[in-house]
T-cell receptor, first 113, second 113 residues
Framework: DAKTTQPNSMESNEEEPVHLPCNHS???????IHWYRQLPSQGPEYVIH???SNVNNRMASLAIAEDRKSSTLILHRATLRDAAVYYC??????????????FGQGTTLQVKP | GAVVSQHPSWVICKSGTSVKIECRSL??????MFWYRQFPKQSLMLMAT?????????EQGVEKDKFLINHASLTLSTLTVTSAHPEDSSFYIC?????????FGSGTRLTVV
């Protein structure tokens, strides 16, 4: 799976939007962009994923660059409960490889009250 | 949504003993499960892929005789840390892939004293 690059850490104020960037310049045409987050002492949880078009769900929005070499996870109004490590991961289609999900270092998001 | 139940949530054991961690898919069948290990301040590291009815596939550098994986049914995979030593102290997390994204267990904090 292609590699992703994320900032080590970011800070945000409560109730403000947060934009978490991810670079994936070696992404292939069939790679999906997945975002997971991990709260302290818990397993990761799914946030959102997309292929080419921007995606929205109740948790966040995913903005994907036109060339797909980067993407941005958008939390519209950060809360203290959003403080977590956010992982941007590329995954091939379900039919490919063994289905492994490989984690990078992620971005640690701190939310200040 | 799909739930993966992991037990125990924490365990303390003496050096030289073995510890079993269970991972159950509660409302779906999982032919494949994934086991991760996470040291403090680090990302998740994939240890092995557990396959129902067949041998697990281990990542490079992971000792298969030390980390025994059994996936005897479509809803249960177990990881046994044999002859545990203090350096095996870590956060162990299982995962499965129902339709859609990946679902993770809540993790097991293992402390070997």
């Amino acid at each position: 799976d292609a590699k992703t690059t994320q900032p080590n850490s970011m800070e945000s104020n409560e109730e403000e939007p947060v934009h978490l960037p991810c670079n994936h310049s070696t992404i292939s045409g069939t790679d999906y962009i997945h975002w997971y987050r991990q709260l302290p002492s818990q397993g990761p949880e799914y946030v959102i994923h997309g292929l080419t078009s921007n995606v929205n769900n109740r948790m966040a929005s995913l903005a994907i660059a036109e060339d797909r070499k980067s993407s941005t996870l958008i939390l519209h109004r950060a809360t203290l409960r959003d403080a977590a490590v956010y992982y941007c991961i590329l995954r091939g289609p379900s039919s490919s490889n063994t289905g492994k999900l490989i984690f990078g270092q992620g971005t640690t998001l701190q939310v200040k009250p | 949504g799909a739930v993966v139940s992991q037990h125990p949530s924490w365990v303390i054991c003496k050096s030289g003993t073995s510890v079993k961690i269970e991972c159950r898919s509660l409302d779906f069948q999982a032919t494949t499960m994934f086991w991760y290990r996470q040291f403090p301040k680090q990302s998740l590291m994939l240890m092995a892929t557990s396959n129902e009815g067949s041998k697990a596939t281990y990542e490079q550098g992971v000792e298969k005789d030390k980390f025994l994986i059994n996936h005897a049914s479509l809803t249960l995979s177990t990881l046994t840390v044999t002859s545990a030593h203090p350096e095996d102290s870590s956060f162990y997390i299982c995962s499965a892939r129902p339709r859609g994204g990946y679902t993770f267990g809540s993790g097991t904090r293992l402390t070997v004293v």
